[in-house]
């Protein structure tokens, strides 16, 4: 039997379950992006501030791209889907009942999007796509003109297929009907994802009617937000766990992630937003300085352990916490390489540290290090690079981060330690192999990686200091393995 209205009695004791009537809330956000980490996220804080503090917000739930599954089964299941928080062995449950209505461009056609997102009543539209949603150039934060999709959005901008795509053409409808604009908010890892957001947004708008690019430089707002949440992708183990929590019943759109969680957003909306201070989030003039901590300290070191803990063996997280040198280069890393880049202020690092270690130990979890380590030539640039540029331009030292730099360069080389083959799954994959298969087995390639300079800039490819230190880490990696390199390196912490 599956989660439904029907099913919602059945439930254990502990499971909670919305307690609101549903039919009062009216859908005023669209997302886009119905993944694990919007239903562990946004969902749970609108779910608290409906069920405890009368919110009437809900949700309409789009997937433009990829997902087609989970959109099937929420509408199969009255739009409901459960969160499970996994504590080491410790399970809590709670079934989300904010979302009213879902969607997906290939299943219910673009214009049916369009069309909800023209709704009057339509406050904001807020995203978790992924980096690659963006279609942008890390480096530059400017529009990939390369991209296909953007290729046929520009030529096709009333059918629309990409993220960008999507918000010109609703705007553009809703400028046409006189309908207030919506308020576009970015949930994903990007530094300032607010203005990555409006730069794409813009450009795209540009190409096609500079009145209509006006009006939205004038109109809309794109703030920045910081999300935090662990939430790994569902396994068939995961699944199984949360129908135990749910006393037998399935579903299908369930999800389980950490207790923790954490929202930071610019305050900054043309047309209302739920409370959602009163849920825990923090609502502030400028989330800079708070993305900047998380992305480099938490997503920082994530990408680190993920790249030189699988090339190890470590399938995931919580086996890399195990190795006490993993530890020690994590933390290291977190507070003497990325911590020391920071302007945030009033915020314990240490005790940050502290805390982002234990996350990391959660064995609920099983964190894929494959997982993270996906599509690094989006994340490297704000989760290493930014602070490699800190430190050359102060004269300080950055070996854990010369490391993660060449743990990716390995990792994308293709064989793990074990001489086992990596499947790499990133947006630039097809030049990575070719840069690979055209590059020698040592400093050669690492100078062919780095000519990436959508990933590396103009500048970092032409630093004979920074390129000698990956070069240095990324042999150390191919002679002795990354358990070893990594060993050595704790050893002088
Ligand atoms: P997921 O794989 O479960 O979902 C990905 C979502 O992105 C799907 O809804 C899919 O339809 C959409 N998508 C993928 N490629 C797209 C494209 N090219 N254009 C438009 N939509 C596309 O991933 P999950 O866990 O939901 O994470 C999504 C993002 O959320 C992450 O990339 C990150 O930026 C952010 N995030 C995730 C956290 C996590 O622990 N899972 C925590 C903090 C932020
Ligand atoms: C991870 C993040 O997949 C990744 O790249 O580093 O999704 C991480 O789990 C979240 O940002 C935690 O909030």
Redesign the pocket.
């Known amino acids: 039997m599956k989660l439904s209205n029907k099913t919602l009695s059945q439930l254990p004791k502990g499971v909670v379950v919305p307690t609101y009537d549903r039919s009062h809330l009216k859908i005023k956000i669209v997302h886009l992006g119905f993944g694990a980490?919007h239903r562990a996220h946004q969902a749970v804080f609108a779910d608290i501030l409906a069920s405890e503090h009368k919110s009437d917000w809900g949700y309409c739930e789009v997937n433009l791209i990829g997902g087609e599954k989970q959109i099937e089964d929420l509408k199969q299941q009255d739009f409901l889907f459960s969160v499970c928080e996994m504590s080491y062995d410790d399970w809590s449950t709670r079934v989300v009942g904010v979302a009213k209505e879902a969607l997906h461009a290939d299943i219910d056609g673009i214009d049916k999007i369009l069309a909800v997102m023209t709704r009057p009543e339509i406050a904001i539209v807020s995203m978790t796509v992924t980096e690659k949603g963006y279609c942008y150039l890390p480096a530059t934060a400017s529009i990939d003109t390369d991209n296909k999709l953007i290729k046929h959005d520009i030529e096709n901008p009333t059918k629309p297929k990409t993220l960008p795509g999507v918000i010109v053409e609703a705007l553009r409808l809703r400028k046409e009907k006189g309908l207030k604009p919506f308020t576009v908010m970015s949930c994903d890892?990007m530094p300032e994802n607010g203005h990555v957001t409006r730069n794409v947004v813009l450009a795209l708008a540009k190409l096609r009617d500079a009145n209509l690019a006006n009006w939205i430089d004038q109109n809309v707002t794109f703030p920045s937000t910081m999300?935090?949440?662990?939430?790994?992708a569902v396994t068939p183990e995961t699944m199984d766990k949360i129908q135990k929590q749910l006393g037998g019943i399935e579903d299908p759109a369930g999800v389980a992630g950490e207790p923790f969680k954490?929202w930071v957003i610019e305050d900054k909306f043309v047309n209302g937003r739920p409370e959602w201070q009163k849920a825990g989030a923090e609502l502030v003039d400028d989330v800079l300085p708070y993305e900047e901590m998380?992305?480099r300290m938490?997503?920082g070191s994530?990408?680190f352990l993920?790249y030189l803990g699988y090339l190890a063996g470590y399938l995931h997280i919580d086996e890399c916490m195990q190795d006490p040198n993993y530890v020690k280069a994590a933390r290291h890393l977190m507070l003497q390489e990325q911590a020391t880049t920071l302007r945030v202020q009033g915020v314990d690092l240490q005790a940050y540290a502290d805390s982002l270690i234990e996350r990391y130990r959660n064995t609920g979890l099983k964190?894929r290090t494959w997982?993270?380590?996906?599509?690094g030539t989006l994340?490297l640039p704000q989760?290493m690079l930014d602070s490699i540029r800190f430190h050359l331009a102060n004269n300080t030292p950055f070996d854990c981060l010369a490391l993660g730099v060449a743990g990716w360069m390995r990792y994308v080389s293709g064989t793990d330690d074990a001489c086992k083959a990596i499947e790499v799954s990133d947006p630039s994959a097809d030049k990575i192999k070719q840069l690979v298969a055209t590059s020698k087995d040592n400093e050669d390639r690492v100078t062919a990686l780095l000519s990436l300079t959508h990933v590396f800039g103009e500048d970092l490819p032409k630093n004979q200091f920074f390129i000698d230190k990956v070069t240095k880490a990324y042999l150390s990696l191919r002679d002795l393995g990354a358990k070893q390199t990594v060993q050595q390196l704790a050893k002088n912490f």
Do not use: E, G, T, Y
Request: proline share 4%; charged share 25%; net charge positive.
């Open positions: 980490f890892n999300v935090d949440r662990i939430v790994p954490q998380k992305l938490l997503n994530h990408s993920a964190h997982q993270i380590a996906m599509d994340k989760r």
